[in-house]
């Protein structure tokens, strides 16, 4: 069973940036699709972006893209999502999940294994 840990996420201004980081234990993460969701106080869950097995496509979200960058370190078994140009509507809970059956998806349900979250808050 995959294990996910997120990490990196915290305060930023307004134009600012941060790289999250999940860690994957117990599975290898170019095996699974992997991807990033989101999720504001009182909203439902939502895709950011995505990153499929072997290789290594990417599809995001279009409120993210030219921002946000997913990537995947397969020496590390870690990936990434560098966030550039934050503004105040990204502040969430960021969720880091592998999905074993897809090659690549933007749907929660897809996804099979979750991490505990990691909270991003841009000031204004």
């Known amino acids: 069973q995959v294990q996910l840990v997120e990490s990196g996420g915290g305060l930023v201004q307004a134009g600012g940036s941060l790289r999250l980081s999940c860690a994957a234990s117990?599975?290898?993460?170019?095996?699974?699709?992997m991807g990033w969701f989101r999720q504001a106080p009182g909203k439902e869950r939502e895709f950011v972006a995505a990153i499929s097995r072997r290789s290594g496509s990417t599809y995001y979200t279009d409120s993210v893209k030219g921002r946000f960058t997913i990537s995947r370190d397969n020496a590390k078994n870690t990936v990434y999502l560098q966030m550039n140009s934050l503004q105040p509507e990204d502040t969430a809970v960021y969720y880091c999940?592998?999905?074993?059956?897809?090659?690549?998806?933007?749907?929660?349900?897809?996804?099979?294994?979750w991490g505990q979250g990691t909270q991003v808050t841009v000031s204004s």
């Open positions: 999940a592998a999905g074993s059956s897809v090659w690549i998806g933007s749907s929660r349900y897809q996804y099979d294994y």
């Open positions: 117990g599975g290898t993460v170019s095996s699974y699709a």
